[in-house]
């Protein structure tokens, strides 16, 4: 298990050139947990920072959840379809599937939290919780908070600003220290 200070994580250019990806974390199925895999994963969990509309990268064989953190939307249409990005709503998308991304009028740089998985070995969800939780069945997961603060057991609290990852199977059980918490849980599971 490893806390996060969202602000200390390294930048680095999409392949792209239209935004930045902070890794937050990322693993193989069958190995040890360590440093994170830039291109070489079964599940990856990241910040990106949309900085101009258009394409997104494609990634073969991996099922993209994203979910807008902020203000603002963004718009992803192409030949087979599209979703649009809203504050706190978590889309799903085929890695494969050709899109653009538009920031519509309002989006400066949104940025989105995203959770990437190999379709073949994981499946993956992203959702926004305001209550205690536990996770007895993941692979990984991650808890990034948006407001309030959260216990976790086995870390730190932790607040906006803040994530705690775990890639080793780990239970998760978190619960928020005030009303008005709220935090997204990123979870991975086998197929």
Excluded: Y
Aim: charged fraction near 20%.
């Amino acid at each position: 298990m490893q806390t996060i200070v969202l602000a200390d994580v390294p930048a680095t250019l999409w392949r792209n050139g239209g935004g930045l990806t902070r890794l937050l974390a990322s693993g193989r199925i069958g190995r040890p947990v360590g440093q994170p895999h830039l291109e070489s994963f079964d599940w990856r969990i990241s910040l990106a920072d949309i900085a101009a509309d258009g394409p997104f990268s494609c990634f073969p064989g991996v099922d993209r959840h994203a979910l807008l953190l902020g203000a603002g939307a963004v718009e992803l249409s192409g030949p087979s379809g599209g979703a649009c990005a809203l504050p706190l709503q978590p889309i799903s998308f085929p890695g494969e599937a050709q899109l653009h991304a538009q920031r519509l009028p309002g989006s400066l740089q949104p940025r989105l939290l995203n959770l990437m998985v190999r379709r073949s070995v994981l499946r993956g969800e992203l959702r926004v919780i305001e209550r205690a939780c536990r996770v007895d069945d993941a692979v990984a997961w991650a808890l990034l908070p948006l407001a309030g603060r959260w216990r976790v057991r086995g870390a730190a609290e932790i607040a906006a600003g803040q994530a705690v990852c775990a890639g080793d199977a780990s239970p998760l059980q978190a619960e928020p220290l005030e009303p008005e918490s709220k935090a997204v849980l990123a979870r991975i599971h086998c197929v």
